[in-house]
């Protein structure tokens, strides 16, 4: 019989692996302490991205047919994870394990997949974690920056949470916050990559950096982002388009490539940030702002550093805490992403 029951518990850790692997902020949307297991069968699988959706026709506790849909990575993500569109076809019975929405008892975010031939399958693959399980051989050791790269786990990292820069704004930076809706204008909704960190910083997605000619070449497969940056350029185009990744220009020191970013149009910093006893809001950005990005290698533990430091004196009165990330090597190919516009509920519009 096809069910929806909430349940007591589910493992820990991997709640925090769904957080980690969330495309856009898990918190405001879902909620870890009320998991779900869910029964029944498939109506429809939406493989798209950056989130997929299974709809599923179960039966509630009060013995009525509902439908639910459950939101999890994108379909490319997915699939690398082992779980593919031909699995989840129409008529599939199966039972999913998730955290509920906050704002819809018939929709969650699913973590896990049970199918009837007793196979279970994890949305962050089979180490449970945002990224993949190891390659069967070591990769060759990577003696400089280029190559392809993958978000190194860090458990327990959030998608959402306190910023404490937003006790640093300017009057003209609590403006752009006041006007901002988190939960209506994401930047993601509209397949806008939102910002350079928030490409850098996608969970189980593929990055590489290329030498080509007068430029290093970063591809990120987050949003199909492609960032040229100008090593034979000294200064940014006055009068240059402005956009959310901005103008890069760049130079070594020594192994380490640094870039200078600016011409950002205005935008988004975070676009969740949540502060105990206070709504939900995005940190904003002026179209003032501007990036150094330090990429190095530490050869000895085969990690990518990449070191930020922001300053936007026209939102902020003081410059930001420098902060970082690291990628391990991968031999993951780049797919096209090819995203899909999502509403203000994070429903696909077709």
Request: with cysteine; aromatic share 8%.
């Amino acid at each position: 019989m096809t069910s929806i029951r909430s349940i007591a518990t589910l493992v820990v850790a991997t709640s925090f692996a769904t957080v980690a692997g969330a495309h856009h902020s898990f918190e405001p949307h879902f909620d870890r302490q009320k998991p779900v297991s869910i029964s029944g069968k498939v109506t429809q699988f939406e493989a798209r991205n950056p989130h997929s959706y299974l709809h599923i026709e179960a039966v509630d506790e009060n013995g009525r047919t509902q439908e639910y849909i459950c939101e999890s990575h994108g379909f490319t993500q997915l699939t690398r994870n082992g779980i593919t569109p031909a699995m989840l076809k129409p008529g599939t019975v199966l039972r999913v394990e998730g955290s509920q929405s906050r704002n819809d008892v018939h929709r969650c975010f699913f973590t896990d997949v049970h199918f009837a031939d007793g196979r279970v399958l994890n949305v962050n693959g089979p180490t449970g974690t945002a990224g993949r399980a190891p390659v069967a051989a070591p990769l060759p050791v990577r003696k400089d920056i280029f190559g392809t790269w993958l978000l190194a786990p860090m458990p327990g990292r959030l998608t959402a949470g306190p910023q404490p820069m937003i006790n640093s704004l300017t009057p003209a930076g609590q403006a752009a916050v006041a006007k901002y809706n988190p939960f209506k204008d994401d930047p993601a909704f509209r397949c806008d990559p939102v910002f350079i960190r928030r490409a850098w910083g996608a969970p189980g997605t593929p990055l590489s950096i290329t030498r080509e000619q007068d430029r290093v070449v970063l591809r990120h497969e987050w949003m199909d982002v492609k960032r040229n940056v100008f090593l034979n350029l000294k200064e940014h185009p006055k009068n240059g388009p402005r956009t959310s990744l901005g103008h890069s220009i760049g130079h070594f020191e020594g192994d380490t490539l640094v870039i200078e970013t600016a011409n950002y149009a205005a935008g988004v910093l975070n676009q969740y940030v949540e502060m105990p006893g206070q709504p939900t809001r995005g940190l904003l950005h002026s179209a003032g702002l501007t990036t150094v990005e330090r990429v190095h290698l530490d050869v000895a533990r085969q990690r990518l550093v990449v070191e930020f430091q922001m300053k936007d004196p026209e939102f902020f009165t003081r410059d930001f805490d420098p902060s970082s990330l690291e990628y391990g090597p991968s031999d993951l190919k780049l797919e096209p992403f090819r995203c899909s516009p999502e509403g203000v509920d994070g429903a696909i519009r077709k």
